[in-house]
């Protein structure tokens, strides 16, 4: 029911920023979230449906910036300030069926940042 498309990885060096978008055919609470080689994937960002609930994992506070756009009910990640240890697959995900769990998920977009 629900289609979650990522786009905006690619490479960027140590420093630099990046926007990724998700565009969801709906307008739910949404998360990112994102996956490195090795490593359990884990909470980036989120932010309710009214926007009026936004949480940030404290390893990117200050740094990443999630917002929505009500065109083609986009959310954004914002990146800045990007180090290598962000390097990873990025998904995006939405509360649907679900109020406590997300139950739907985007393919991922390849973030690399080199040093």
């Known amino acids: 029911q629900v289609q979650l498309v990522e786009s905006g990885g690619g490479l960027v060096q140590a420093g630099g920023s990046l926007r990724l978008s998700c565009a969801a055919s709906?307008?739910?609470?949404m998360g990112w979230f994102r996956q490195a080689p090795g490593k359990e994937r884990e909470f980036v960002a989120a932010i309710a449906w009214s926007e009026r609930s936004i949480n940030y994992a404290d390893s990117v506070k200050g740094r990443f910036i999630i917002s929505r756009a009500n065109a083609k009910n986009t959310v954004y990640l914002q990146m800045n300030s990007l180090k290598p240890e962000d390097t990873a697959v990025y998904y995006c995900a939405a509360k649907v069926a679900s109020l406590y769990k997300y139950d739907c998920w985007g393919q991922g977009t390849q973030v690399t940042v080199s040093s």
């Open positions: 709906g307008r739910y609470a």
